[in-house]
Nanobody
Framework: EVQLVESGGGLVQAGGSLRLSCAASGFTFDDYAIGWFRQGPGKEREGVSCISSVDGSTYYADSVKGRFTISSDNAKNTVYLQMNSLKPEDTAVYYC?????????????????WGQGTQVTVSS
């Protein structure tokens, strides 16, 4: 059974940093992508970043480019999202999800398994 567990969320002041983790288990896929999504209060869920297991390529939403960095530790089956220079508008529940064909898209329909989410709150 594929499981994704996010951690690392919390309350931080604007300008601060957090590192989210997505621990994956039960994988039997050779090629896949892990994506980070977020849903702010009263907003639709949106893609933030994704990383491919095929070649390590990454992709970022314009709103986080230059501030967030996605990375993976294959030995630990964990993907990280380092978030710097946080803004109040980054406040959201952050989810990780896996796309078993590594399409590297923010189309949620391409993602097959989702974590439960972790809350990030940025105060002004």
């Amino acid at each position: 059974e594929v499981q994704l567990v996010e951690s690392g969320g919390g309350l931080v002041q604007a300008g601060g940093s957090l590192r989210l983790s997505c621990a994956a288990s039960g994988f039997t896929f050779d090629d896949y992508a892990i994506g980070w999504f977020r849903q702010g209060p009263g907003k639709e869920r949106e893609g933030v970043s994704c990383i491919s297991s095929v070649d390590g390529s990454t992709y970022y939403a314009d709103s986080v480019k230059g501030r967030f960095t996605i990375s993976s530790d294959n030995a630990k089956n964990t993907v990280y999202l380092q978030m710097n220079s946080l803004k109040p508008e980054d406040t959201a529940v952050y989810y990780c999800a896996t796309d078993v064909i590594a399409s590297m898209t923010f189309n949620e329909n391409e993602y097959d398994y989702w974590g439960q989410g972790t809350q990030v709150t940025v105060s002004s």
